[in-house]
């Protein structure tokens, strides 16, 4: 069966961490690139952070750059995104997606029509 799985969301404090993780199942993510995308209630989906399929070419929102850091591990078939200095702004429903061969250029385009899979997201939570 092919998957996409999302775990390590949370409930943090302002400031603190998480990382969260894309994990694959029935394919390998080698040859995908793969997005980080966020949702609250009654907003768009918004794009957060991507990698490459090929050179693991990174790319981060402004509104997480300096804070969110995305990398791979194809040996455990997972995507990371480490979360730093968290702020009530980035509570959301957190989504890990993957497309085939895709670029930076091109997933940086917005398109989610791009993406073959989808993971079921998990709630990040950032309040004291």
């Known amino acids: 069966q092919v998957q996409l799985a999302e775990s390590g969301g949370g409930l943090v404090q302002p400031g603190g961490s998480l990382r969260l993780s894309c994990a694959a199942s029935?394919?390998?993510?080698?040859?995908?690139?793969i997005g980080w995308f966020r949702q609250v209630p009654g907003k768009e989906r918004e794009g957060v952070s991507c990698?490459?399929?090929?050179?693991?070419?990174?790319y981060y929102a402004d509104s997480v750059k300096g804070r969110f850091t995305i990398s791979r591990d194809n040996a455990e078939n997972t995507v990371y995104l480490q979360m730093n200095s968290l702020k009530p702004e980035d509570t959301a429903v957190y989504y890990c997606a993957a497309s085939y061969g895709s670029t930076i250029a091109t997933m940086v385009s917005g398109r989610k029509e791009i993406y073959d899979y989808w993971g079921q997201g998990t709630q990040v939570t950032v309040s004291s």
């Open positions: 029935g394919f390998t993510l080698d040859y995908y690139g």
């Open positions: 990698i490459s399929s090929s050179d693991d070419s990174t």
